[in-house]
Structures are given as C-alpha cells and as structure tokens.
C-alpha cells in the first residue's frame, strides 16, 4: 500500500487518478482549494483524507504531509501526484503562479522526504515567458 498526495484532485484527470489509487487498495490524501467538489463517493472512502488549503500558503500545503493514519500514527507520503490544470493558473494571485506553489510543495515534500512527484499537464497550461505561436495556440484551442 502507498500513501499518495494527489493536487487537483477536484478536476477529471485527478478524481480519475483517485479513484484508481483507491481501487489499488492506496491511501489518498486529497489537498484541495474546495473539497466541496469532491464527490461523496470518494469523500467519505475511508482511504481519503481531505486537507482543503491553497498552494500559495505553506503552512497548508505542510498539513497534508502531516496527517495521521485512523490508529493515532504518523502517515507518511510516499508519493505527490499532481494533475492541477489550467483553471488553477486562472485563480492564483497575481506574483503567484503555479510555479510558485509547485515549490512550496516540492520544499514541503523534500523536508518530509518524499522522493516521487509526478506532475500531469496540459499544453494550455499558460506562463508569462510563453510566446505567440499561431500553430501551437491553434492546437491548444483545437
């Protein structure tokens, strides 16, 4: 059994990765802006922890690698998945990026010695260094 920590979990591909995690018999820890949107199936699994917080704050990304198991113990993460899309570039601060919250995690996971982060995107992930590209937007709007 592994003790996975899934960002984006609230979007297709990160309830599909969940959803798959659990059937494989894993722990999920879900870290979401809105665990509202977490559907009850999942929610209420006995495998699923929910921590709601925000990338851009430190302090909320640390209480998903602290997390206990139901017994009182320690739940160590063995492993980040991250299937955080588009949409959350959209709602992040401005001087936020997703960059930025992709480093508290990975400081956060390093200091809990965590050693697998696997990230999913999607080429209409946006950032400020991009350059227009009629073909490669025309892919993305395709």
Do not use: C, W
Request: charged residues 20%.
């Amino acid at each position: 059994m592994v003790n996975i920590l899934v960002l984006g979990g609230t979007g297709p591909t990160g309830l599909a990765l969940i959803r798959e995690a659990l059937a494989r018999g894993h722990t999920v820890v879900i870290f979401a802006r809105s665990p509202s949107k977490i559907p009850e199936d999942i929610s209420r699994n006995p495998s699923v922890i929910v921590v709601p917080g925000s990338l851009v704050h430190e302090e909320d990304i640390a209480k998903a690698f602290t997390q206990h198991t139901p017994e009182g113990g320690h739940l160590q993460i063995d492993a980040v998945v991250s299937a955080l899309g588009p949409a959350v570039t959209k709602i992040n601060p401005k001087g936020h990026p997703i960059a930025k919250g992709y480093e508290n995690v990975i400081k956060v996971a390093n200091e809990n010695g965590v050693k697998r982060f696997i990230v999913l995107g999607t080429a209409s992930i946006k950032d400020d260094a991009d350059k227009f590209d009629l073909r490669f937007q025309s892919l993305v709007l395709g």
